[in-house]
């Protein structure tokens, strides 16, 4: 084997680490790319406070599918997910029914799969809280509190159930069981032990086989308020928290105590860093006095007492160095990642504000959406959103996107 001599190690570390390309935004936004020792590293500029990107939502929905009262199929107890099948049918999953309903783009009702009982392809009472598309227009669904995931196929037919090997073996605690948290465009699942009782937790990848594919290591958990016995009673107030998401080939995996978002190839090395340039804050006396305020909200206005017993709680709790820098994020169709901005509290805005990255991680800038619309899944020239209303009535509105 060569070796270098000293200097002309120092002079390709000094190479790989200068900005190799340089470009901005159509917002006018600067990024910079580089490499550093095999990984990309891309900064972005802060887009300019109050600007938007030249995207448009449609002046209203293309259909809206659910009602206040009528036929069964259109009454939802609570959406978890939504997505449109390649021949533009929509799957839409209810809790409360354990249902997926099938309905076609003019919103009529086509057919009903899965259900509750302990049939083939039926759930017993769980709670479901996810649904995401795989190659070939199946559809993978997944269960909160446990590593059970059910497969359904393009017509309905329900293919599989399984408990992922990992995930079996670790069966009797499930504080270290891995729980599915994405699937990526090929099937892969990005898993991670529940952040709460476990920091730093083991993330890892599996098939749609449930077979292990890779590992990712250990990483941040929350940041949290634990008694004696290290037993994690609640969050801190403004905590740290993590997010797992596939995204443009890699697997990311980030905590928003900072604008820097990272990610890993299958075999656990560290591929690609994004940043923005935006500094963390630190919490005042007027965003704690907000916090608390929120959290108090939830606690009927008879109950003073209580009331008083929580603030104090609350004023007791400790309170982490520096507000999130972001609050989840997600990529759509065309594998631009949508990074739902934290909402400082006492500072909150009419809608929902995104920063939107192209895949390769550049910045584009800001997209808004009406406040009370959450995103079930962004397509091309598309956006389903989970509309509920001041009744809680909830339905699922179909948006055309121009970009």
Known sequence: MKIRSFGTIAALMAVACAADQETDSPAGVHTEFRDSAGIRIVENANPPEGSRLDWRLGPEPLVSIGKVEGEEPYLFTRIFGATMLSDGRIVIGDDGTKELRVFDRQGNHLETWAGEGQGPGEFGPVQLWGLSPL????IIILQYGFAELSVYGPDGEFLRRFVPE?????????????????????????????????????????????ELRGSLGMHPGQEAIRDGGGVPLEPLMFSRNTFLQAWGGLFFISTNRRYELRGFALDGSLARIVRLDRPPRVPTDAHIEAYIEDRLSSIPSDQADRRAERRRELLDMPVAEHLPSFAVYWPDALDHLWVWEYEVPGEETPGTLFTVFEPGGRVLGYFEIPEGMFILEAGADYILFRVRDELGVETVQLWPLER
Request: charged share 30%; proline share 6%.
């Open 135 to 138: 190659p070939g227009d199946s």
């Open 166 to 210: 990992r995930s079996q073996r670790d069966i009797q605690d499930w504080t270290k069981s891995l729980w599915p948290r994405d699937v990526s465009r090929d099937g892969l699942l990005l898993a991670v032990q529940d952040l709460l009782n476990n920091d730093p937790a083991e993330v890892e990848v599996w098939d749609a086989a449930g």
